[in-house]
């Protein structure tokens, strides 16, 4: 079963900005509650979504990543207005 928690957390990433494509989140650090960072490389972009409501435009991308044993599912969201990254969503598969 699916464990998904809601995160809303800025992360440090690495991504390639290609002229005239949507950004790629390549590698991602976070700080969990507990203040452990993790670093997570994505694996696989499944999904990818255009937020063009409101004031600013911001770019969803669903991901699967290994990390250990398990398999992650997560949203990272790129708000383009504030050109910042977060980790939106996180979850076992």
Do not use: H
């Not at 079963?1 to 790629?24: H, Q």
């Not at 700080?31 to 969803?60: F, M, Q, W």
């Amino acid at each position: 079963m699916l464990a998904v928690k809601a995160v809303r957390c800025t992360v440090d990433m690495i991504a390639v900005f290609r002229c005239g494509e949507m950004p790629e989140p390549v590698r991602f650090r976070y700080t969990d509650r507990d203040g452990k960072e993790t670093v997570i490389k994505v694996d696989r972009i499944v999904d990818l979504a255009v937020d063009r409501a409101g004031s600013g435009n911001s770019i969803t991308y669903t991901c699967l990543s290994m990390v250990g044993r398990r398999q992650i599912r997560y949203d990272l969201k790129y708000v383009g207005r504030d050109i910042r990254w977060e980790l939106y969503k996180i979850g076992d598969m």
